[in-house]
């Protein structure tokens, strides 16, 4: 069996190392094997079989240990940004490697490689078994396929798309935004591209591979108006194919990013305090991730860190909230066909009717909890090993109109999307930017808002929601990011519109805090 190391797999990819600066958008070799089936990829060109995954796993678990994974990955992503229609930055990056995992209780031990060759490999196997010192534990005698469903099918073979195909989407971006409107002065526009190819064999006999696209386009404006400075961002994306970027998608983009820099020209700051406020659908689900998702995480209630550690059965939202955590919605960005634990994509029920039905969990919170795993194992890259994590999280409509929830809000603050923020995962307390919202007067949305932050706590935030109107959206963006442990995970959320009877809204004479 032929392996490969880093240095000659680089040297024969026309695309890799310096090369990336010559050639901005990877090619060669490297990429007509992406263009080949999902399942036996890293056999084909690495020589990595089942004979090899357990050679691994049994060195991982030479030392005792209560199970052990391996996870390939070959990574391709490509960046192109155009400042006033001129290409600032264009470049590619290859990722490749292998992580090994031992796992005994809640202890982790973790190795990996960039070389694809059989001494360096167990090397990272020897270091993921040094975690314990007992006798050899069991790893299964063959390895078994995981039968997975598709959440984003698309053309593998789009990384090949050549840059002048993809440089029209972003010049168009650009010369629209400078058309709708006269106070631009800047604008940068851009687009992103990833293909993931993973493998994941474990010592219970799982093995799974899948292919992850995730691609984004995006639009940033600088506008003057009146000796004022304003500028916006927005952008849309996914686990997409390449067919989903039309110019109808183009001018609705530009249309946005137009629409959110002219609103802050008529922008006003409110006065400060506690009053109702009402979250607008769609992208300010980023609140309901980050204040109350992360404390649904299983690891944080393990650990007796989370407010809901104790709170399995009980109430803790109205019975018209329901908060779900989703790897299977076709083409977002947080969906996922297998995590990275080997664990089918599926859709987990955190609140129901406002009780708290489960958490989060990986492989070690699941047996701690004596549960199944709900596939939420997630890591970055093979130089990480997998925690609970988000997929798309997001509430379910309820029964009311927008314009009823915000008449019945009175006067107070209509939040339309939120920005750079801070959370204390225990207690659950949050600060966030409002980057883009109205006043709310006489149950009317009125003056656009800005240099202002919502405070709170998040799970009383989630008890105290009054009101949920029947139009849930899930962001339809594919640059959102989850940080955690030193890791990043590409994530997304939804909301309806709903009202919060009592939030702490405050000014601030620069935008939020550290994310």
């Known amino acids: 069996m032929n392996h490969i190391n880093r240095r000659t797999f680089l040297k024969n990819s026309a695309s890799a190392g310096g090369m990336l600066l010559l050639t901005p958008y990877l090619s060669g070799s490297m990429l007509t094997s992406f ?14 079989d089942d004979e090899i995954c357990q050679m691994l796993l049994e060195k991982a678990l030479s030392k005792g240990g209560d199970l052990a994974d391996v996870y390939f990955e070959h990574s391709l992503e490509n960046w192109l940004n155009l400042e006033d229609g001129k290409v600032s930055r264009s470049y590619g990056n290859v990722l490749l490697g292998v992580g090994i995992r031992t796992v005994k209780g809640d202890q982790v031990g973790y190795g990996f490689t960039q070389e694809l060759t059989k001494e360096s490999m167990l090397s990272a196997a020897a270091t993921a078994a040094s975690l314990v010192n007992e006798s050899a534990g069991t790893v299964a005698q063959s390895l078994k396929l995981l039968k997975t469903q598709n959440y984003y099918p698309f053309d593998p073979s789009m990384v090949e798309i050549p840059l002048e195909s993809k440089l029209p989407l972003v010049k168009a971006i650009n010369d629209k935004c400078f058309a709708l409107s006269n106070h631009i002065v800047k604008v940068s526009a851009g687009f992103h591209d990833s293909t993931k190819r993973i493998l994941i064999a474990t010592s219970d006999g799982v093995k799974a591979e899948d292919i992850l696209p995730r691609n984004f386009l995006y ?48 922008a006003i700051q409110p006065p400060a305090g506690e009053m109702p406020v009402v979250l607008g659908p769609g992208v300010t689900g980023i609140l309901l991730h980050e204040a109350i998702g992360h404390g649904m995480e299983a690891d944080f209630n393990r ?35 297998v995590d990275d634990e080997g664990i089918p994509g599926q859709k987990t029920v955190l609140v129901e009717n406002g009780v708290l039905t489960s958490y989060l969990h990986d492989k070690i919170s699941a047996k701690h909890y004596g549960v199944e795993p709900t596939g939420n194992g997630r890591r970055q890259s093979f130089e990480h090993y997998p925690q609970p994590r988000m997929r798309n999280t997001y509430m379910l409509s309820g029964d009311a109109n927008p314009e009823d929830v915000i008449k019945t809000a009175k006067n107070g603050i209509y939040v339309e999307d939120i920005s750079n923020g801070q959370v204390k995962i225990g207690e659950g307390d949050f600060a966030f930017y409002v980057s883009q919202g109205r006043m709310i007067e006489d149950g009317k949305l009125t003056a656009p808002v800005k240099d202002i932050n919502i405070m709170g706590n998040g799970p009383k935030m989630l008890e105290n929601i009054i ?28 909301l309806p519109t709903c009202l919060v009877k009592s939030m702490t809204v405050g000014g601030t004479q620069q935008k939020g805090g550290a994310s």
């Open 467 to 494: 009101m949920v109107a029947n139009d849930l959206e899930l962001h339809e963006g594919g640059a959102g990011s989850c940080g955690k442990g030193g890791q990043s995970v590409p994530v997304s959320f939804g």
């Open 219 to 266: 639009a940033s404006t600088v506008g003057e108006k009146d000796g004022r400075t304003e500028q916006s961002w927005y952008n849309f994306g996914g686990r997409r194919d390449f067919s989903y970027y039309t110019e109808k998608l183009t001018d609705k983009l530009a249309e946005e990013v137009i629409k959110r820099t002219e609103k802050l020209f008529e």
């Open 303 to 337: 650990k007796k860190i989370s407010t809901y550690s104790t709170m399995i059965g009980k109430k803790v939202a109205e019975p018209f909230v329901t908060i779900i955590d989703d790897g299977t919605n076709p083409q977002q960005l947080g969906s996922i066909n």
């Open 35 to 48: 263009k080949s089936a999902q399942t036996g990829y890293f056999e084909r060109e690495f020589g990595i």
